[in-house]
């Protein structure tokens, strides 16, 4: 860590990733508030969020951790402290058991993975399988666990009810960025498919995709639906595992204006990527807000942003931008909402420099890693 403080805005390195903490805290104690008053347990998905500086104030609230594999678990272990719950599409021979180790809960993708390792994990760990409720609600197909052949979780037809010895719990994961009417929706074909084996397990994990703070998500219809199970299911432990509803709106990605070019509109090239430092935004894709600024045409002065790679298509959004006045070498752009998903997917293609990390505390801004060079060269060999 680094852990420089600087007081003014206009002071920080870029690009970074700026994380306020007590908008993080905020969203915190949200979550805290439903386990308070369900008793469900909600644990913090590494593969949204994963800013482990954060972490002494996120076990404040939160119960754990679910991770996507070994490296996960390690820093879920190593950083967080409390539970770990692992989760593949497909554990390795030469990880298992280190995982096993390590975790409270290991969920298996399949009867046969379930076959392969259990006797390596039943004595560590307890062990759940994912199961795919069939409900498909998400809209794009990349992001939708319950898509046509999806590999994820093992269906109804492919179930094999006399392969539960040694099985304590269910996984379902069928959501993304979505409020409570989904999660009833999922749980409802969950039930319907899977109902019949709850009375035999320990626990049950409604996965993520739940976007528990957005300002428009019906937390107290959660808090309801949370209850009624509860009610219905009073021996299962229930588990949640949201990221993205951690690190929703808690913080932005700044950029410098290096250059502007006209060759028929005018582009702003930034010191920061799409490409590299925002690939969500063209997977998704989606257009990633800027502040102070409108759609193409919108404000008086309009704008293309590229990035600083070789890349033709490391384009900022399929929209461009307009302000009301007009851009300079060696503005500051921000990125809006910028901390979850988007700072976990970050590359160095092209050789760019990954974007400093930083907390806003109050009054000051702590830089808590920045990276260079070594973190390009020990990707490689």
Known sequence: M??????????LPTPAYVCEENL???NLE????????TGVKILLALKGFALWSTFDLCKQYLKGCCASGLHEALLAKE?????VHTYSP???DD???????ISN???????TQLEKFKNKVKNKSSIGLRVNPEYSSVEVDLYNPCAAFSRLGITKKNFKEDQLQDVHGLHFHALCEQNVDALEGALGNFEKNFGEYLPQMKWVN????HHITRSDYDVEGLINLLKDFKSRYPHLEVYMEPGEAVGWQTGYLVSTVLDIVDNGMKIAILDTSAEAHMPDTLAMPYRPDIRGSAKANEKAYTYRFGGNTCLAGDIVGDIDYSFDEPLKVGDKIIFEDMIHYTMVKTTTFNGVKLPSIIIKKDDSYQIVKNFGYDDYKCRLS
């Open 2 to 11: 680094n852990n420089k403080f600087i007081k003014n805005f206009e002071d």
């Open 24 to 26: 993080l805290k905020n």
């Open 30 to 37: 949200l979550l805290k508030k439903i386990q308070d008053q």
């Open 79 to 83: 950083e967080f402290g409390l539970e």
């Open 90 to 92: 497909g554990f390795k």
């Open 95 to 101: 990880e298992i058991e280190q995982i096993a180790d």
């Open 105 to 111: 809960h290991v969920v298996f993708n399949s009867f």
């Open 206 to 209: 409604f996965g993520g995709g």
